[in-house]
C-alpha cells in the first residue's frame, strides 16, 4: 500500500479526538480540540484541519494518509451526512464527509460513533475472526453496532443498530432522550444507572452511603464506587441493570444469533458487579436453542484509543467523492 | 441453463407440499403426502422420493432437475440439520440434506420454512427489487426470515430469525411453546389470536357471537368471521393483535432498519382488521429517526404456491454434498 497511513476521527459532543493510524492498528499519534468552540461549522472544519495537519507534519505524514474515517453521532454511512445532532451545536443537517473531503483533499468516510467501536473491534479488538457479533456501548447512552457475516450493517437508510432503543419497559416507563418511553437506553446507559440510583433511593429506606450525596450529583461512577465499598443499595441496581441487560441481549440473540456481544464504554469497565447479573439473566432469558452459545465479552481496545481507532479503520474505505450534489445546510 | 427446473418442498407438520418449479417462478406441477404417515424417517424419504419421482416423469422432466429447495421447522442451512423438530414425527437431529440427495443424487439445500417465504417473496413475491426486509409469518406459530443487503440472516449457527421469541410482556405473560413466558408468538399468532379470544371472552361480560362456540374450540378463523360480521370484541381482539405487532415491529426495525416488512400466512390475509391497528400502532410506537420510512405490504404469493415457491428458490444455489460426515441419528 503506496499510503500506510489513515486518520481516524471521534467527534464526540464535547471533544474531537483524532489519530493518524497504521495498518496494523497502532495510533502512531493523536490530538483534540474542542467540539463546542466554534458555533460556525466551517470553523470548527477550519481548526480540525489545521490541527489535524500539524499532527501529520509532525510525524512525517505528509502525503502518506489514504483516507479518513469519522465516528459521529447519527451519522450516515450512505450519505456523508450528519442528519440530526443531538449534541452537537451546530445545525442539522450537516453534510460531513463533503466539508472534511474538500477541506482535506483526501477520500472520507462516516458512520455513526457505535458503528465505529464495533468497526474498530472487528479489525483490532475483542470481534477479530468473529463475523457475528452485536457492540453495545453503554455511556452517556446505549448505542450498538451489528456485524452480520462480516459486514456492519447499515439498514435500508444508513441508521441500523439503535438497540438502545428498544422498548424494555411497556407501561410508565422511563421517558427516554428519543421522546418515547421505556427504552433500554434511559435504565441501561450511565445516566440510566443514575437515574435507578435516585428511583431506589426514593423507593427504599435502607442505609446507603449514596444518601450522603446530593440526589441529583449522583452519577453512574458513584454507585460503583458505593457498590465496590460493599453498599447493599448500590449493589443492586447493578444487579437491577445487569438484569435488564441480560433480558434485552436474549432479545437481540433471537433476531441475528451473534457468536458474541462485545460491551464497551464506561459501564462496560463495571467487571463482575455488572458481568455477573447480566450473564445470570442472559442465560436464564434465552430462548433454548441459543443457550450456552452467545459469548459476552468486554472489548480489548484501550479507552483512549477505542474511538479513534475504530473510525480510523473505516479510511482505509473511504472512496472519493464523486457526484455528490450538497445538501442545503 | 442446462437443467431448467427446480424442486421445492415445503415440509410441514402435518402436510408435506412439493412442486416442480421453473426459473421464472412458475409452479409446474405440485403434490403432496401426509408427513405424520411413516413412523420411521427412512419410509417418509422413500415415499417422498417415488410420489416426487411420479410427478417428474408425468412432467417430462426426468434429468432436468438443478436441485431440491426444502423449507422445514428448525432446519440449519449452515449444518444441513433438522436440529429440533418440533412438531415431527421423528427422533432429532435429522440430517436432510444427506437423506434426501442421497436418496433423489441431486443437489440439496434446506433452510427453516419462515426464511424459505423470505426468499420466495425476494425472489418471486413483494420483496423483489428490496435489498433490506423482514418476513413475518403469521401462522400456527410466529415466524420470521430476515433479509438484510440481499442477504438472509443466518447467524453464527443458522437459527437466526426468531422473531416470534422476543418478549413482548415481561410479567404474567402468557407461556410460549418454546418454554418462556411473554412472547410475541404467544399473542400473535392464529393459536395467540385464538387465546386473547378466551381471555377477553372471561374477562368481560359484553355480548359476543364467539359465546356460542365452545371456548376451548375457538379459532382465530372464528374471531376473522366475527369481526367481518361486525362483532366489537372480535374486533378488540385484532386490535390487540394489530396493536402489538406494531409494537414488535417498531421494535426489529431499530435493529436492521428495513424498508419493508411483508407479512405472509394465514392471519396476514385478515385485511384492515389487522393492519390498520398495526400500522396506526407502527406509526406510535416508531422511533422518530424511522417514522414513515417502513413499509408494511402483505404477501404476493398465491397461498398454494408460496411455500414451495421459496423453498424451490433454494434449490438453485444447493451445491452437491461432499465430505459430510453424517452426525449419529
Redesign the interface.
Known amino acids: 500500500m503506496s499510503k500506510p497511513y489513515v486518520i481516524g476521527i471521534d467527534m464526540g459532543g464535547t471533544n474531537t479526538v483524532f489519530g493518524i493510524v497504521d495498518a496494523r492498528g497502532v495510533v502512531i499519534a493523536s490530538a483534540s480540540i474542542k467540539t463546542q468552540k466554534h458555533s460556525d461549522i466551517n470553523n470548527y472544519i477550519d481548526e480540525l484541519y489545521s490541527e489535524t495537519m500539524r499532527l501529520v507534519e509532525a510525524n512525517d505524514a505528509v502525503g502518506k494518509i489514504h483516507g479518513i474515517g469519522i465516528g459521529a453521532p447519527?451519522a450516515n454511512y450512505y450519505t456523508g451526512i450528519i442528519?440530526?445532532g443531538v449534541n452537537l451545536p451546530w445545525p442539522t443537517p450537516i453534510p460531513l464527509v463533503q466539508l472534511v473531503s474538500e477541506k482535506f483533499g483526501i477520500p472520507v468516510a462516516i458512520t455513526n460513533d457505535a458503528n465505529a467501536a464495533a468497526i474498530g473491534e472487528m479489525t483490532y479488538g475483542a470481534a477479530r475472526g468473529?463475523?457475528?457479533f452485536i457492540m453495545i456501548t453503554l455511556g452517556t447512552g446505549v448505542g450498538s453496532g451489528?456485524v452480520?457475516?462480516g459486514?456492519l450493517?447499515?439498514?435500508?437508510?444508513?441508521?441500523?443498530?439503535?438497540?438502545g432503543?428498544?422498548?424494555?419497559?411497556?407501561n410508565n416507563g422511563r421517558l427516554c432522550g428519543?421522546?418515547?418511553t421505556g427504552c433500554l437506553e434511559a435504565y441501561c446507559s450511565a445516566t440510566g444507572v443514575a437515574r435507578t440510583a435516585r428511583e431506589f433511593l426514593e423507593a427504599r429506606t435502607d442505609a446507603s452511603t449514596l444518601r450522603e450525596i446530593p440526589t441529583e450529583d449522583i452519577t453512574s461512577k458513584d454507585v460503583y464506587d458505593a457498590a465496590i465499598a460493599g453498599d447493599r443499595l448500590a449493589k443492586d441496581i447493578f444487579e437491577f441493570t445487569g438484569n435488564m441487560l441480560g433480558?434485552a441481549l436474549?432479545?437481540?440473540t433471537?433476531?441475528?444469533?451473534?457468536?458474541a456481544f462485545i460491551l464497551f464504554g464506561g459501564l462496560a469497565k463495571s467487571g463482575d458487579l455488572l458481568l455477573k447479573p447480566l450473564r445470570n439473566s442472559l442465560d436464564k432469558?434465552m430462548?433454548?436453542?441459543?443457550k450456552g452459545?452467545v459469548k459476552v465479552l468486554v472489548s480489548e481496545l484501550k479507552e483512549a484509543d477505542a474511538a479513534v481507532l475504530g473510525a480510523s479503520a473505516l479510511g482505509w474505505e473511504a472512496k472519493p467523492m464523486v457526484n455528490i450534489v450538497p445538501p442545503q445546510l
Chains 1, 2 share one sequence.
Open positions: 447519527n442528519e440530526d468473529l463475523k457475528d451489528i452480520i457475516n459486514q450493517v447499515y439498514g435500508h437508510d444508513g441508521f441500523a443498530g439503535e438497540l432503543h428498544v422498548i424494555m419497559k411497556r428519543c421522546g418515547r433480558e436474549a432479545d437481540f433471537v433476531f441475528s444469533s451473534p457468536e432469558n430462548m433454548s436453542i441459543f452459545k
